[in-house]
């Protein structure tokens, strides 16, 4: 990958909180251009990664560099490229929504005015409340406006629609992909909500305990995993199909759902012919991929 590409590269990275292993060994290059889905369980170490990326915390051992700087190391212009929405929202609650956003803008000479007019109108964002009186919904539209505002190269989303309604979710998964049009753009996603995040992303990044146990695109990965629907066409199936590596399976005498993984399609409709069956082939989606490598 050429160098120019790799917005973060991180190697041999982890850290301990107390008893802890919340990252370990943990090698990742980022690069320009995608909408990543960082998945995992609470606790995998999502989070923890995330804050390493852009600095906040320092590791224990190996190295995290952004945008070819260390990241501990981060100045004002390095940081200035980054937006991140931490899933606490912690906001300046004394404040108007007004306040704040013209607060937040004053940093950045780039901020853009009809990006958070059109945000504004879109999200339904009341600017005259005070930040503390907020429903939780509304506070993370604000942490996200505020995030996105300056239309950063790099924008890391730490749970960042957990709180929104579908609607929202819906506004917000469109403006990603607007936001994404520059290809000089990337954008890390941490969601629980994994049939939205499907939606929009082109790379998985799943994590377990502290570890990194799948790293492809969107597309390899689900060209991995199969469920495959077996209907006999000529009396009882035998009781061992020699079908490989096969995840789950529900089946009677003549009919099987199979979940398979790394199976070429070739040689699974070779071996639907060689048991006189029928053969039905879908993709898994996300949640049910995750599932599978997650359990695993």
């Not at 909180?17 to 999502?46: E, H, P, Y």
């Not at 403006?175 to 954008?187: H, S």
Request: overall charge negative; hydrophobic content about 40%.
């Amino acid at each position: 990958m050429r160098q120019e590409n790799v917005i973060a590269e991180i190697r041999g990275l982890s850290k301990r909180f107390g008893r802890t292993q919340a990252l370990d060994q943990v090698d990742l290059t980022i690069s320009r251009g995608s909408i990543i889905g960082l998945l995992g369980a609470n606790g995998a170490g999502k989070s923890t990664l995330l804050r390493h990326i852009i600095g906040l915390y320092l590791a224990d051992a190996g190295t995290c560099t952004t945008f070819g700087v260390d990241a501990a190391k981060l100045s004002p212009a390095e940081l200035g490229r980054i937006g991140y929405v931490h899933q606490e929202g912690e906001l300046l609650e004394w404040m108007t929504v007004a306040q704040l956003i013209r607060y937040v803008a004053a940093y950045y000479d780039n901020w853009n005015s009809d990006l958070e007019a059109r945000y504004i109108a879109d999200f339904g964002i009341e600017t005259d409340k005070r930040v503390g009186t907020l429903s939780p919904g509304q506070r993370q539209k604000v942490s996200i406006l505020l995030a996105i505002g300056f239309e950063p190269e790099f924008l890391l989303l730490d749970e960042p629609a957990s709180a929104l309604d579908p609607i929202a979710r819906g506004r917000f998964l469109d403006l990603l992909l607007q936001i994404i049009q520059d290809e000089k753009r990337t954008i890390i996603i941490s969601s629980h909500i994994l049939s939205d995040v499907e939606k929009v992303i082109d790379h998985t990044i799943i994590m377990r305990d502290g570890r990194i146990v799948s790293d492809s695109s969107f597309d390899a990965l689900r060209e991995r995993f199969w469920r495959v629907t077996l209907t006999s066409l000529n009396g009882p199936m035998p009781e061992n199909l020699g079908i490989e590596n096969v995840i789950a399976c529900r089946r009677n005498d003549t009919r099987a759902v199979l979940t398979v993984r790394d199976v070429p399609q070739d040689t699974l409709t070779a071996k639907a012919k060689a048991l006189h069956c029928d053969i039905e082939m879908k993709p898994l989606t996300l949640e049910e991929i995750y599932a599978a490598i997650a359990g695993e």
